[in-house]
C-alpha cells in the first residue's frame, strides 16, 4: 500500500515564529488531507489539498502532486497550534480509505 | 450543519464484554469510515461503508469486530469480547457521494478503555 511520511517528528516553536511542516507519498494520490490533532484529541479538518495551494488565515498549504509531496506552512504561530499534525492520502488504486503518517508533533511555547 | 457526531464520547467496559460504538455522518453524506488510533501507533483505517453496504473492510481485525450502516440510523461498530488491546480512540468520518476522492470530515472519536 502506500506510504506516508511526515517530517519533522517534533517541533518546538516560540510563539509569532513560522514553520513547514512536510509530508511525502509513495504513489499518486487521488485525495490528501492535513489535519490537526488538539490536545483534546479532535481531528480537525485544516486542508482538501491533492494538488495546488490552498490558503486558509495563518495556515496555507502546497501539493506537487508529481513530485509526491505536500507542505504545511503556520506563519506566526500561537499556543494554540500546539498538537499534532497529520498528513493522510488516498491512492489512485486504494479505494477512498485514508493512509495517515506517523504525524508532527508541534508544541508552541511563549 | 451538524458536524459527525459520536457517541458515547468515553466507554468503559470490561474484558469479556461488548462495545457498541455510533456514528451519525454529517446531513447528505451516505459514505462513511472508521479508523482507530491505536496508543503510540498512527490512525489506522478500519472499514468503510454505505447505506446497507460495506465496500471495504480490508482494515478490520478478522474477529470480534463487525460494523453496520443500515438504512435507517447511525452506523455501528461492534466489538465483542473486549480485551485491553482494544483501548483506543475510534474516529468514524463521513465524505458526500460525490465520487470517490472528496474530504472526509471526522468526529470527535470514541474513546475505549477496556478494564
Known amino acids: 500500500g502506500i506510504q506516508v511520511e511526515q517530517s519533522p517528528p517534533d517541533l518546538i516553536l516560540q510563539e509569532g515564529a513560522n514553520s513547514t511542516l512536510r509530508c511525502n507519498f509513495s504513489?499518486?494520490?487521488?485525495?490528501l488531507q492535513w489535519f490537526h490533532q488538539n490536545p483534546w484529541g479532535q481531528l480537525i479538518n485544516l486542508f482538501y489539498?491533492?494538488?495546488g495551494t490552498k490558503q486558509n488565515g495563518r495556515l496555507s498549504a502546497t501539493t506537487v502532486a508529481t513530485e509526491r509531496y505536500s507542505l504545511l506552512y503556520i506563519s506566526s504561530s500561537q499556543t494554540t497550534d500546539s498538537g499534532v499534525y497529520f498528513c493522510?492520502?488516498?491512492?489512485?488504486?486504494?479505494?477512498?480509505?485514508?493512509?495517515f503518517g506517523t504525524g508532527t508533533q508541534l508544541k508552541v511555547e511563549l | 450543519n451538524a458536524g459527525v457526531m459520536q457517541n458515547p464520547r468515553h466507554l468503559v467496559r470490561r474484558r469479556g464484554q461488548e462495545a457498541r460504538l455510533r456514528c451519525s455522518p454529517m446531513?447528505?453524506?451516505?459514505?462513511v469510515y472508521w479508523y482507530r488510533q491505536l496508543p503510540e501507533e498512527g490512525l489506522k483505517f478500519m472499514v468503510y461503508?454505505?447505506?446497507?453496504?460495506?465496500?471495504?473492510e480490508s482494515g478490520m481485525p478478522k474477529e470480534r469486530f463487525s460494523a453496520e450502516f443500515p438504512k435507517e440510523g447511525p452506523s455501528i461498530l461492534r466489538i465483542q469480547q473486549v480485551v485491553r488491546g482494544d483501548s483506543a480512540a475510534y474516529f468514524c468520518?463521513?465524505?458526500?457521494?460525490?465520487?470517490?476522492?472528496?474530504?472526509?470530515?471526522f468526529g470527535p472519536g470514541t474513546r475505549l478503555t477496556v478494564l
Open positions: 468520518a463521513s465524505s458526500p457521494a460525490r465520487g470517490l476522492a472528496d474530504t472526509q470530515y
Open positions: 504513489d499518486s494520490v487521488n485525495n
Open positions: 489539498i491533492p494538488s
Open positions: 493522510a492520502v488516498s491512492g489512485l488504486g486504494g479505494g477512498n480509505k485514508l493512509t
Open positions: 446531513k447528505g453524506h451516505s459514505h
Open positions: 461503508l454505505q447505506k446497507e453496504n460495506i465496500i471495504d
